[in-house]
């Protein structure tokens, strides 16, 4: 409320004392207030702080080796695979990304599924119908990771029964790709694997 110098003078020293307090209380209880309001708008708009998000699941900074790592998400893989078998749907839905896609190209023939996330693998386990799995790791050594972005892939062979599989062809070599703990995306090729005993 403004006052003109007319009225300022009709009012006494103590009167003035007392309005300029009274105001003042009301425009700091209002400036407090718009201040609380913006800050906890700014934390509402911030992105979480590293310490803040969950850590890459089977990653733990400086303790987790690279074959640990790899472990982990060769279990992860076999769990989609078993899960997607069962047609579990929610397993499913933890475990795979909804645009996750299913790709097995027989040379420049790519096979995959129109959809997408969970319905592709259920696609993809359709035509693959494995038997038996295969995965190669790394030995690390007495060495631990310290730094990642959580973007994993890793390698299996599979043994299939499927329609996929063709002539001159025996198995199929995946590479799943993960985000996040997430599968993001599988991509294979069918090959032909030799093997026998030696002498």
Known sequence: MLYSPRQVEKISAVRWVDVFRKHFQKWSMLTIKAAVAAVLTLIIALPASAADQAPCPGFDAGETSSEELEQFYAKRVVDIVVAAQKRDDPALQTLV???????????????????????????????????????EQKQSGPWVITEMDCKIQISFLFRSEGEIIRSGSNAVRMDFRFVDGILDEAEGSLVFVLEGPLG
């Open 97 to 135: 990304g909804p645009q996750a896609n299913f790709t097995i190209w027989s040379g420049d023939v790519g096979v995959s599924s129109r959809q997408r996330g969970v319905a592709a693998a259920l696609d993809w386990i359709e035509r693959l119908k494995p038997n038996h799995f295969q995965t």
